[in-house]
Protein backbone atom coordinates (compact mmCIF):
# COMPACT_ATOMS: atom_id res chain seq x y z
CA UNK A 1 0.00 0.00 0.00
CA UNK A 2 1.62 3.27 -1.40
CA UNK A 3 0.69 7.05 -1.18
CA UNK A 4 2.71 6.79 -4.50
CA UNK A 5 1.82 7.95 -8.28
CA UNK A 6 1.75 6.45 -11.00
CA UNK A 7 -0.70 4.46 -13.56
CA UNK A 8 -4.31 5.64 -12.33
CA UNK A 9 -6.56 2.44 -12.64
CA UNK A 10 -10.14 2.98 -13.87
CA UNK A 11 -12.53 4.52 -11.09
CA UNK A 12 -14.57 1.35 -11.34
CA UNK A 13 -11.42 -0.53 -9.94
CA UNK A 14 -10.47 1.75 -7.07
CA UNK A 15 -12.93 0.11 -4.66
CA UNK A 16 -11.98 -3.19 -4.85
CA UNK A 17 -8.63 -1.71 -4.66
CA UNK A 18 -9.37 -0.07 -1.70
CA UNK A 19 -11.16 -2.94 0.14
CA UNK A 20 -8.03 -5.10 -0.98
CA UNK A 21 -5.67 -2.85 0.59
CA UNK A 22 -7.25 -2.79 3.72
CA UNK A 23 -7.25 -6.55 3.99
CA UNK A 24 -3.59 -6.60 3.41
CA UNK A 25 -3.51 -4.07 6.28
CA UNK A 26 -5.43 -6.46 8.81
CA UNK A 27 -4.28 -9.43 7.71
CA UNK A 28 -0.31 -8.76 7.24
CA UNK A 29 2.57 -9.13 9.48
CA UNK A 30 3.86 -6.16 10.96
CA UNK A 31 0.49 -3.76 10.13
CA UNK A 32 -2.25 -6.30 11.55
CA UNK A 33 -4.53 -3.70 13.79
CA UNK A 34 -3.92 -0.84 12.94
CA UNK A 35 -7.74 -0.57 11.45
CA UNK A 36 -9.16 -1.86 15.01
CA UNK A 37 -7.43 -0.03 17.56
CA UNK A 38 -9.03 3.10 17.96
CA UNK A 39 -12.41 2.77 18.87
CA UNK A 40 -13.99 6.06 19.18
CA UNK A 41 -14.66 7.51 22.66
CA UNK A 42 -15.93 10.81 21.77
CA UNK A 43 -19.62 11.06 21.87
CA UNK A 44 -20.08 13.36 19.18
CA UNK A 45 -22.65 16.29 18.14
CA UNK A 46 -25.64 14.22 18.18
CA UNK A 47 -24.84 13.53 22.27
CA UNK A 48 -26.74 15.17 25.32
CA UNK A 49 -24.05 18.12 25.29
CA UNK A 50 -21.15 18.44 28.22
CA UNK A 51 -19.49 21.38 26.39
CA UNK A 52 -21.35 24.13 24.77
CA UNK A 53 -19.09 23.45 21.40
CA UNK A 54 -19.16 20.65 19.08
CA UNK A 55 -16.92 20.45 15.82
CA UNK A 56 -17.75 18.73 12.70
CA UNK A 57 -14.69 18.28 10.87
CA UNK A 58 -14.32 15.85 7.51
CA UNK A 59 -11.32 14.23 6.47
CA UNK A 60 -9.98 14.49 2.97
CA UNK A 61 -7.09 12.65 1.53
CA UNK A 62 -5.78 9.16 1.20
CA UNK A 63 -3.74 6.21 3.13
CA UNK A 64 -1.79 8.91 5.16
CA UNK A 65 -5.23 9.79 6.66
CA UNK A 66 -6.76 6.55 6.60
CA UNK A 67 -3.89 4.29 8.15
CA UNK A 68 -4.17 4.21 12.40
CA UNK A 69 -7.36 5.72 11.44
CA UNK A 70 -6.42 9.58 12.20
CA UNK A 71 -10.11 10.96 12.19
CA UNK A 72 -10.68 8.58 15.12
CA UNK A 73 -7.10 9.02 16.76
CA UNK A 74 -7.71 12.68 16.78
CA UNK A 75 -11.33 12.69 17.65
CA UNK A 76 -10.50 10.29 21.13
CA UNK A 77 -7.76 13.33 21.80
CA UNK A 78 -9.82 15.90 21.40
CA UNK A 79 -12.38 14.47 23.85
CA UNK A 80 -9.39 13.89 26.38
CA UNK A 81 -9.39 18.06 26.40
CA UNK A 82 -12.72 18.03 27.03
CA UNK A 83 -13.75 19.10 22.77
CA UNK A 84 -16.94 16.84 21.06
CA UNK A 85 -15.95 16.68 17.65
CA UNK A 86 -17.68 14.78 15.02
CA UNK A 87 -15.14 13.28 12.08
CA UNK A 88 -15.71 12.15 8.40
CA UNK A 89 -13.39 10.94 5.87
CA UNK A 90 -12.98 9.95 2.25
CA UNK A 91 -9.59 8.47 2.02
CA UNK A 92 -8.79 6.04 -1.07
CA UNK A 93 -5.35 4.74 -1.17
CA UNK A 94 -3.44 6.47 -3.27
CA UNK A 95 -5.90 9.51 -4.01
CA UNK A 96 -4.84 12.82 -5.00
CA UNK A 97 -6.48 16.30 -5.10
CA UNK A 98 -7.60 15.69 -8.58
CA UNK A 99 -9.48 12.16 -7.37
CA UNK A 100 -11.33 14.19 -5.01
CA UNK A 101 -12.32 17.23 -6.83
CA UNK A 102 -14.00 14.76 -9.32
CA UNK A 103 -15.77 12.62 -6.84
CA UNK A 104 -19.39 12.88 -6.52
CA UNK A 105 -19.17 10.82 -3.31
CA UNK A 106 -17.18 13.70 -1.87
CA UNK A 107 -19.88 16.42 -3.11
CA UNK A 108 -22.72 14.70 -1.75
CA UNK A 109 -20.63 14.02 1.68
CA UNK A 110 -19.83 18.31 1.79
CA UNK A 111 -23.67 18.60 1.09
CA UNK A 112 -24.99 15.95 3.73
CA UNK A 113 -23.52 17.20 6.90
CA UNK A 114 -22.82 21.03 8.27
CA UNK A 115 -19.21 20.87 8.54
CA UNK A 116 -16.85 23.24 10.52
CA UNK A 117 -13.72 22.40 8.63
CA UNK A 118 -12.46 19.74 5.65
CA UNK A 119 -9.15 18.77 6.17
CA UNK A 120 -7.27 18.43 2.37
CA UNK A 121 -4.32 15.79 2.45
CA UNK A 122 -2.67 15.82 -0.65
CA UNK A 123 -0.40 12.42 -2.38
CA UNK A 124 2.93 13.01 -0.85
CA UNK A 125 4.99 13.21 -3.84
CA UNK A 126 2.81 15.51 -6.01
CA UNK A 127 3.22 18.20 -3.03
CA UNK A 128 7.09 17.50 -2.93
CA UNK A 129 7.64 18.40 -6.95
CA UNK A 130 7.57 21.76 -8.16
CA UNK A 131 5.35 20.87 -11.79
CA UNK A 132 3.38 18.50 -10.24
CA UNK A 133 1.94 21.48 -7.70
CA UNK A 134 2.07 23.33 -10.63
CA UNK A 135 0.15 21.27 -13.35
CA UNK A 136 -1.82 18.76 -10.65
CA UNK A 137 -2.31 20.41 -6.93
CA UNK A 138 -2.26 24.15 -6.99
CA UNK A 139 -5.51 23.97 -9.47
CA UNK A 140 -7.47 20.66 -7.92
CA UNK A 141 -7.06 22.79 -4.55
CA UNK A 142 -8.56 25.99 -5.99
CA UNK A 143 -11.27 23.59 -7.00
CA UNK A 144 -11.53 22.03 -3.96
CA UNK A 145 -11.30 25.35 -1.55
CA UNK A 146 -14.11 26.78 -3.61
CA UNK A 147 -16.17 23.56 -2.57
CA UNK A 148 -15.82 23.67 1.04
CA UNK A 149 -16.75 27.39 1.09
CA UNK A 150 -19.75 27.20 -1.04
CA UNK A 151 -20.78 24.23 1.77
CA UNK A 152 -20.66 26.72 4.24
CA UNK A 153 -17.13 25.24 5.38
CA UNK A 154 -13.44 26.21 6.16
CA UNK A 155 -10.47 24.41 4.70
CA UNK A 156 -7.51 23.39 6.68
CA UNK A 157 -4.44 21.82 4.84
CA UNK A 158 -3.03 19.00 6.46
CA UNK A 159 0.94 19.70 5.45
CA UNK A 160 2.38 16.45 5.77
CA UNK A 161 5.85 14.58 6.57
CA UNK A 162 8.24 13.51 4.12
CA UNK A 163 9.20 9.64 3.22
CA UNK A 164 12.18 8.54 5.14
CA UNK A 165 14.71 8.85 2.83
CA UNK A 166 13.55 11.38 0.76
CA UNK A 167 12.61 10.98 -3.08
CA UNK A 168 15.79 10.36 -4.99
CA UNK A 169 14.51 9.65 -8.30
CA UNK A 170 13.09 12.68 -8.45
CA UNK A 171 15.71 15.05 -7.05
CA UNK A 172 15.01 14.65 -3.35
CA UNK A 173 17.89 12.73 -2.25
CA UNK A 174 16.76 12.85 1.80
CA UNK A 175 14.19 12.83 4.21
CA UNK A 176 15.27 16.39 5.31
CA UNK A 177 15.03 17.83 1.24
CA UNK A 178 11.45 16.59 0.75
CA UNK A 179 9.87 18.12 3.47
CA UNK A 180 11.37 21.24 2.37
CA UNK A 181 9.84 20.99 -0.85
CA UNK A 182 6.61 19.72 0.67
CA UNK A 183 6.34 22.62 3.60
CA UNK A 184 6.90 25.26 0.45
CA UNK A 185 4.15 23.60 -1.46
CA UNK A 186 1.59 23.49 1.31
CA UNK A 187 2.66 27.10 2.42
CA UNK A 188 2.26 28.59 -0.94
CA UNK A 189 -0.75 27.16 -1.53
CA UNK A 190 -2.59 27.84 1.68
CA UNK A 191 -1.54 31.65 1.54
CA UNK A 192 -2.66 31.72 -2.08
CA UNK A 193 -6.49 30.43 -0.88
CA UNK A 194 -6.36 32.28 2.50
CA UNK A 195 -6.48 29.30 4.52
CA UNK A 196 -4.74 27.36 7.58
CA UNK A 197 -2.75 24.82 7.86
CA UNK A 198 -1.83 21.86 10.02
CA UNK A 199 1.69 21.63 10.52
CA UNK A 200 2.20 18.24 11.03
CA UNK A 201 5.17 17.92 8.54
CA UNK A 202 7.04 20.33 10.98
CA UNK A 203 6.31 18.96 14.34
CA UNK A 204 7.61 15.77 12.35
CA UNK A 205 10.95 17.13 11.90
CA UNK A 206 11.01 18.37 15.59
CA UNK A 207 10.70 14.59 16.94
CA UNK A 208 13.24 13.45 13.99
CA UNK A 209 16.09 15.86 15.14
CA UNK A 210 15.44 14.61 18.81
CA UNK A 211 16.27 11.26 17.94
CA UNK A 212 18.07 9.34 15.11
CA UNK A 213 15.31 6.37 15.82
CA UNK A 214 11.86 9.23 16.17
CA UNK A 215 9.50 5.71 15.50
CA UNK A 216 7.39 8.05 13.27
CA UNK A 217 7.25 5.98 10.04
CA UNK A 218 6.22 2.32 9.21
CA UNK A 219 8.81 0.08 8.00
CA UNK A 220 8.29 1.67 4.46
CA UNK A 221 9.45 4.91 5.33
CA UNK A 222 6.73 5.79 3.59
CA UNK A 223 3.00 5.75 6.27
CA UNK A 224 2.78 6.88 9.45
CA UNK A 225 3.02 4.35 12.85
CA UNK A 226 0.64 5.09 15.60
CA UNK A 227 3.06 6.94 17.01
CA UNK A 228 3.52 9.16 13.81
CA UNK A 229 -0.38 9.35 13.44
CA UNK A 230 -1.16 10.54 17.01
CA UNK A 231 1.59 13.04 15.95
CA UNK A 232 -0.51 14.41 13.89
CA UNK A 233 -3.65 14.53 15.70
CA UNK A 234 -1.83 16.56 18.17
CA UNK A 235 -1.12 18.75 15.69
CA UNK A 236 -4.39 19.17 14.52
CA UNK A 237 -5.36 19.06 18.37
CA UNK A 238 -3.10 22.52 18.89
CA UNK A 239 -4.52 23.94 15.33
CA UNK A 240 -7.94 23.81 15.94
CA UNK A 241 -8.63 24.60 19.14
CA UNK A 242 -5.80 26.51 19.82
CA UNK A 243 -4.78 24.99 23.10
CA UNK A 244 -1.78 22.43 23.54
CA UNK A 245 -2.30 19.19 24.00
CA UNK A 246 0.36 18.20 26.34
CA UNK A 247 -1.05 16.35 29.44
CA UNK A 248 -3.76 14.45 27.88
CA UNK A 249 -4.70 10.71 28.81
CA UNK A 250 -5.67 10.00 25.68
CA UNK A 251 -2.46 7.99 24.12
CA UNK A 252 -3.40 5.43 21.82
CA UNK A 253 -1.68 3.18 23.23
CA UNK A 254 1.57 4.45 23.16
CA UNK A 255 3.89 4.44 25.95
CA UNK A 256 3.91 7.59 28.28
CA UNK A 257 7.34 8.95 26.93
CA UNK A 258 6.54 8.62 23.09
CA UNK A 259 2.65 10.56 23.43
CA UNK A 260 4.23 13.43 25.73
CA UNK A 261 6.93 13.41 23.18
CA UNK A 262 4.29 14.09 20.63
CA UNK A 263 2.36 16.49 22.64
CA UNK A 264 5.15 18.77 23.21
CA UNK A 265 6.83 18.43 19.82
CA UNK A 266 2.97 19.62 18.26
CA UNK A 267 2.44 22.31 20.70
CA UNK A 268 5.71 24.13 20.64
CA UNK A 269 5.55 23.80 16.44
CA UNK A 270 2.03 25.09 16.25
CA UNK A 271 1.43 27.45 19.66
CA UNK A 272 5.64 28.68 19.27
CA UNK A 273 4.70 30.88 15.95
CA UNK A 274 0.64 30.53 15.39
CA UNK A 275 0.44 33.33 12.94
CA UNK A 276 2.61 31.62 10.39
CA UNK A 277 -0.88 28.72 9.92
CA UNK A 278 -3.09 31.09 10.29
CA UNK A 279 -5.53 31.70 7.35
Known amino acids: MTDGTGAKPRRGRRLLTWVLAILVLVGGSGLAGYFYLHRNLNPGCQAPPTTSVCT ?27 HRVETGVEAPNGWTFIDHKLSADLDAKLSSTKWDLVVLQEQSQISSVEWLRQSDMYPAAHDLVAKIRAAGAQPLFFLTWAHRDGWPVNGLPDYSSMQSSIDAGYLFIARQEHSAVAPVGYAWMEVVKQSSDSGLWQDDGNHPSTKGTYLAACVFYASIFHESPAGLQYHAFLPDSDASQAQEAAASTVLGDPSKWAA
Open 56 to 82: RIFFVGNSYTAVNDLPTVFANLAWSGG
